[in-house]
């Protein structure tokens, strides 16, 4: 099961945990109401036939996907990858990813702007809303291998932070609002 937590402010190997001490964990049931981010457990091993995925795949539109494999044996310039991956930034499209074998972790902001950590393996499929600030990395295990899924052709133009005046982000802090008041 998907956990999370708030993170520490080490900047040390980001590959790490990072849980503040005393360690803060937020329940999956709030983390939609504190950031839009969405989570289902997804059968893995046959996620061809898997009801709930061929369901959010036809009623959000998701009409292209491919596969990623992010580990030091099959990434190109793999180090540059990750600090790539773990630069704060926003998409103007949702970030939908399906692990499918392996582990790491997204990073989100929740409204007040602190980091949580949610750890992902296999069967996770999250989805990061369009214009909330996020990244990722891989775990100490180096290894993820997970399905990702778009509406349309692929974008993928990550906007760093700040970029609080495209209208995505805007829109994102708007929902945010509606859902703490919900």
């Given at each position: 099961m998907v956990q999370i937590w708030f993170m520490d402010?080490?900047?040390?190997?980001?590959?790490?945990?990072?849980?503040?001490?005393?360690?803060?964990y937020m329940e999956l049931s709030e983390l939609y109401k504190k950031t839009g981010v969405e989570y289902f457990n997804i059968n893995a091993d046959d996620y061809l036939n898997d009801k709930q995925l061929n369901e959010l795949r036809t009623s959000r539109g998701y009409t292209y996907e491919d596969e990623i494999t992010c580990s030091e044996k099959c990434l190109p310039d793999?180090?540059?990858?990750?600090?790539?991956?773990?630069?704060?930034?926003?998409?103007?499209?949702?970030?939908?990813?399906l692990v499918l074998d392996g582990s790491g972790y997204f990073d989100v902001r929740d409204g007040d702007d602190n980091w949580l950590r949610i750890q992902v393996?296999?069967?996770?499929?999250?989805?990061?809303?369009?214009?909330?600030?996020h990244r990722f990395t891989l775990d100490t295990n180096n290894f993820i291998r997970a399905r990702r899924y778009f509406i349309g052709e692929p974008v993928w133009a990550p906007h760093n932070?700040?970029?609080?005046?495209?209208?995505?982000?805007?829109?994102?802090?708007?929902?945010?609002?509606q859902l703490s008041k919900a």
């Open positions: 402010n080490d900047q040390s190997d980001q590959r790490l945990e990072h849980k503040r001490s005393p360690a803060a793999y180090a540059n990858k990750l600090k790539t991956f773990y630069t704060e930034h926003l998409h103007t499209d949702e970030e939908i990813r393996i296999k069967g996770d499929l999250i989805i990061i809303p369009s214009g909330i600030y932070r700040p970029a609080d005046d495209m209208d995505c982000r805007k829109a994102y802090l708007q929902h945010l609002g």
